[in-house]
């Protein structure tokens, strides 16, 4: 099982980014899927939730500006970021709540893909 993360990249204050990040693999379903980011120097942090039945949750931080949403057809989990910051620069890993067809129930992280805001 594995999550690929792709749509980083360098964006100006105020732009747009949508992260995408696909699960492959040989899985019986996947549950909750999720977003986190890392600054430099900082710790890993939640950015953003969304439920198999679709329900979603957010980081006050970006609230209003990042929408979580899914593909359950492509076991694809989307962040669109509007109104970027250049706080919002980070690593941005996905995480997923997997139960593979072999192996046990478990939390699998994507590699992480960078989004930098410049001011």
């Known amino acids: 099982v594995q999550l690929q993360a792709s749509g980083g990249g360098l964006v100006q204050d105020g732009g747009s980014l949508r992260l995408s990040c696909a699960v492959s693999g040989r899985i019986f379903s996947v549950n909750i899927m999720a977003w986190f980011r890392q600054a430099p120097g900082k710790q890993r942090e939640f950015v953003a939730v969304i439920a198999s039945g679709l329900s979603t949750d957010y980081a006050d931080s970006v609230k209003g500006r990042f929408t979580i949403s899914r593909d359950n057809a492509k076991n694809t989990v989307y962040l669109e970021m509007n109104s970027l910051k250049p706080e919002d620069t980070a690593v941005y890993y996905c995480?997923?709540?997997?139960?593979?067809?072999?192996?046990?129930?478990?939390?699998?992280w994507g590699q992480g893909t960078q989004v930098t805001v410049s001011s």
């Open positions: 995480n997923a709540d997997i139960v593979p067809y072999t192996g046990s129930r478990r939390v699998y």
